[in-house]
């Protein structure tokens, strides 16, 4: 495979791995927003039986306590995926540019055969 083909299969293959992870980036962002309104109605439907302003402070200390937590683990998680999609991609992108054929797409060299000779 030339120069040429091989950055033109990295320009198909970097388009495809994208196109995956940013649906993964996606979807994950979505599950983390779900999570998130779900946390704020359960401390939502706890409000009203607080009774005094300790209960209220306590509440809104377990609130930031709880959303803070859940906030680094998201931004942890994402920071893996997007590591994860970096590397796949300086993958794709060495191949494209190494002077060695991938061991997948190397073609085996033709080998003769004693009726080829023989025809010859």
């Known amino acids: ?3 040429m083909e091989k950055q033109m299969q990295m320009g198909r293959d970097l ?5 995956e992870w940013f649906r993964k980036i996606a979807e994950f962002d979505g599950q983390n927003f779900q999570k998130y309104v779900d946390m704020n109605q359960e401390f939502a439907q ?17 609130y930031g306590e709880a959303l803070w937590n859940n906030t680094q683990e998201v931004f942890k998680a ?9 590397d796949a991609n300086g993958e794709v992108m060495r191949g494209a540019w190494s002077t060695e054929e991938p061991v997948a797409e190397k ?3 033709a080998k003769k055969t004693a009726a080829a000779s023989a025809a010859a």
């Open 78 to 86: 994402r920071n893996d995926m997007l590591r994860e999609a970096m």
């Open 46 to 62: 706890r409000l009203p039986q607080i009774r005094d302003i300790q209960g209220f402070v306590d509440l809104q200390r377990e």
């Open 15 to 19: 388009m495809e791995l994208n196109t």
């Open 1 to 3: 495979m030339n120069m």
């Open 107 to 109: 073609k085996p060299a």
